[in-house]
């Protein structure tokens, strides 16, 4: 028997040992000032749909897409040298730090960021070929540099430091050689779901939005005031802020919607039984779960039953290491999917139309996470990616039942209340336990957000959505450390693997 923990030091943990290590912990890491992460906080939501929604590989969308982004920007980067400078090249190595340290193998990390070294991009990688890497971790590959070919290997990325001051908690460094000698460095970050900066980093110039709103009451309010819903408004701003189509933007929500849609049936359609990947050894279960559920008696029974194993195929899709949307994560990219699927052709059969303008919504709560509080559990616990998602699947419901602005607000605020505190703790650091599972309470807990919101007279709701994100926010700001995607406690530290 040994401690999950054990699993990434390769060593038991005694009792004793485990008791001193939960008793003191390092300070809570504080983001630099200098990231636009926090920069764009002062200002109006700009995120628009096709930065919110990636498609890319499991398990994490800060410890695997953000990274394998960062090693394939790294790789352009070094591309783009003087012939003389890549002439001299002998290796690129990647140091990661904080959390991508502590948890990177878990994650698949290290795999994630050779193959952005070698030129692969997130939304075509073949799981496949990461999967090779897993089963045969010695393998070298060519990358071409001009007139030099420089060979990279798993071991030419580093778990480095897990503890320092460093400008976000998922911050990595990657750096063209030349022997001792660095050609090209630059510090990165995966700020959460897929995004990533570095240092020095300036966003893209955009238009302004028609309707602009750094809050929940602002967004509400242009709603309210132009008679028109909460998709109507942001609609709007994804046409205005890139410059875009109506027809563009419903074109890529029906290509994210397709894709979750895969997402869902690939997982339901998995072995029954089927091994994860990984030393906690946990057998897939949504495929068993769906069955089951058509044979309860009531179709309340069956309904929750079936909303769960969407949740739980696309959730142990992810734990697979295949490709996955975030929504707003990969490790929450079970639950948005599940709505999807149930909303659609799995259960209520509802238009696309209606689809599109749950999407639409969904996003908008998304996005005002992201603006005042953050989407990454190494910034703020699981409360920051399944409670989201679960705020964003409550706000889909509404919105693709023409619910009122109000209501809608009322849904997500509740999905969200009810996952406050919830912290980070993956066992082994693999992205199963507990977060499989999390995904099909995210997405139950969504739908019973709505029955509450468009039962319950909206405006005797308490408490709006504006408060709930700030809770979140200090929330996250005051929490262990420890219970920020680093398996050093909680279930992390309590549960034994035989």
Not at 185 to 207: A, C, L, R, T
Not at 270 to 295: C, F, H, M, N, W
Not at 318 to 341: E, M
Not at 365 to 375: D, E
Request: hydrophobic letters at 40%; aromatic letters at 6%; proline letters at 6%.
């Amino acid at each position: 028997m040994i401690g999950a923990t054990a699993v990434m030091t390769g060593c038991s943990v005694s009792g004793e040992k485990r008791a001193e290590k939960a008793a003191g912990a390092p300070p809570p890491p504080q983001l630099s000032p200098d990231l636009n992460v926090v920069k764009e906080q002062k200002g109006p939501v700009m995120t628009t749909l096709d930065e919110f929604y990636k498609v890319g590989p499991g398990p994490s969308s800060s410890h695997t897409i953000g990274p394998m982004r960062i090693t394939y920007d790294f790789y352009q980067r070094c591309t783009k040298l003087s012939a003389d400078q890549l002439a001299k090249s002998t290796a690129l190595k990647v140091y990661l730090f904080g959390s991508l340290s502590a948890t990177g193998k878990g994650h698949g990390t290290e795999r994630a960021a050779l193959a952005g070294l070698v030129g692969k991009e997130p939304a075509t990688v073949d799981p496949a070929f990461l999967d090779g890497l897993r089963d045969q971790p010695d393998q070298s590959f060519p990358v071409k540099l001009g007139s030099k070919t420089v060979n990279v290997t798993l071991k030419d990325v580093v778990f480095d430091a897990v503890e320092g001051n460093f400008p976000h908690p998922n911050t990595m460094t990657c750096k063209l050689m030349a022997g001792d000698t660095v050609i090209l460095e630059q510090e990165y970050y995966s700020v959460g779901g897929g995004f990533i900066e570095w240092k020095g980093y300036k966003p893209p110039k955009k238009n302004d939005p028609k309707y602009p709103f750094a809050t929940m009451k602002e967004l509400r309010q242009h709603a309210e005031q132009n008679n028109l819903s909460i998709a109507q408004v942001v609609l709007a701003n994804e046409m205005s802020i890139p410059g875009r189509s109506q027809q563009d933007v419903y074109a890529f929500i029906d290509k994210i919607t397709g894709a979750m849609v895969a997402i869902v049936k690939s997982g339901l359609n998995a072995p029954e039984g089927s091994l994860l990947p990984g030393p906690i050894k946990l057998q897939s279960k949504a495929a068993t779960v769906y069955k089951r559920a058509q044979d309860d008696k009531f179709q309340s029974d069956r309904g929750i039953g079936s909303l769960a194993a969407y949740a739980l195929a696309g959730s142990e899709e992810n734990g697979r290491g295949h490709l996955v949307v975030t929504a707003p994560t990969g490790g929450s990219a079970g639950v948005l999917p599940a709505l999807v699927y149930g909303l659609g052709e799995g259960g209520r059969k509802l238009s696309q139309d209606q689809i599109r303008q749950g999407m639409l919504a969904a996003a908008a709560i998304g996005y005002l996470c992201k603006h005042n509080a953050t989407l990454s559990a190494a910034e703020g616990g699981c409360q920051a990616e399944i409670g989201v998602a679960s705020a964003m699947a409550a706000a889909m419901i509404a919105a693709a039942y023409n619910a009122s602005p109000r209501v809608l607000e009322n849904a997500a605020e509740s999905a969200l209340e009810h996952h406050l505190g919830m912290t980070c703790d993956p066992v082994a650091g693999y992205v199963q336990v507990p977060c499989i599972e999390r995904c099909a309470f995210g997405a139950v807990k969504a739908w019973t957000a709505w029955a509450i919101a468009s039962n319950e007279i909206e405006s005797r709701h308490r408490i709006d959505l504006d408060a709930t994100i700030t809770a979140m926010a200090q929330t996250a700001k005051d929490m262990n450390s420890k219970y920020k995607e680093t398996s050093q406690a909680g279930l992390a530290l309590s549960v034994t693997l035989c």
